[in-house]
C-alpha cells in the first residue's frame, strides 16, 4: 500500500513564497503522476499542478506564473513552490499519486495566506 507523507505548509504573508513536499513510499509499481490538489472552506478539492515521469506539467490558471511543481522519480518525491501567494491560495493542500490506474490522495496540509 503506497503511503504518503506531506511537509511543509503553515502560515506566509500575502506575496510571500512557501514550499511543500511530498514523499511516497511503499509501491510496487511505478508511479506515473505526482502532483498537488487544493480544498478552500467551503470549495470542491481542485487541482493545483501534475507532473508526470516525463516532466510534462499541469497547471491551473490561478497559479500558472506563480507555483513551480517538481519531482524526484527515483526517490518518489514531489515538491511544489509557491510563489507571490494571494489569499486565495488557502487552502488544505494535498498530495497526490496516479499509479497502476488507481489514485491517491495524502492527508492534507493546510496553507494559509494572510494579509
Known amino acids: 500500500q503506497v503511503q504518503l507523507v506531506e511537509s511543509g505548509g503553515g502560515l506566509v504573508q500575502a506575496g510571500g513564497s512557501l514550499g511543500l513536499s511530498c514523499a511516497a513510499s511503499?509501491?510496487?509499481?511505478?508511479?506515473?503522476?505526482m502532483g498537488w490538489y487544493r480544498q478552500a472552506p467551503g470549495k470542491q478539492r481542485e487541482l493545483v499542478a501534475t507532473?508526470?515521469?516525463?516532466?510534462?506539467?499541469d497547471y491551473a490558471d490561478s497559479v500558472k506564473g506563480r507555483f513551480t511543481i517538481s519531482r524526484d522519480s527515483a526517490k518518489n518525491t514531489v515538491s511544489l513552490q509557491m510563489n507571490s501567494m494571494k489569499l486565495e491560495d488557502t487552502a488544505v493542500y494535498y498530495c497526490?499519486?496516479?499509479?497502476?490506474?488507481?489514485?491517491?490522495w495524502g492527508q492534507g496540509t493546510q496553507v494559509t495566506v494572510s494579509s
Open positions: 497526490y499519486v496516479y499509479y497502476n490506474f488507481q489514485s491517491l
Open positions: 511503499g509501491s510496487r509499481f511505478i508511479i506515473d503522476v
Open positions: 507532473i508526470t515521469r516525463g516532466r510534462a506539467t
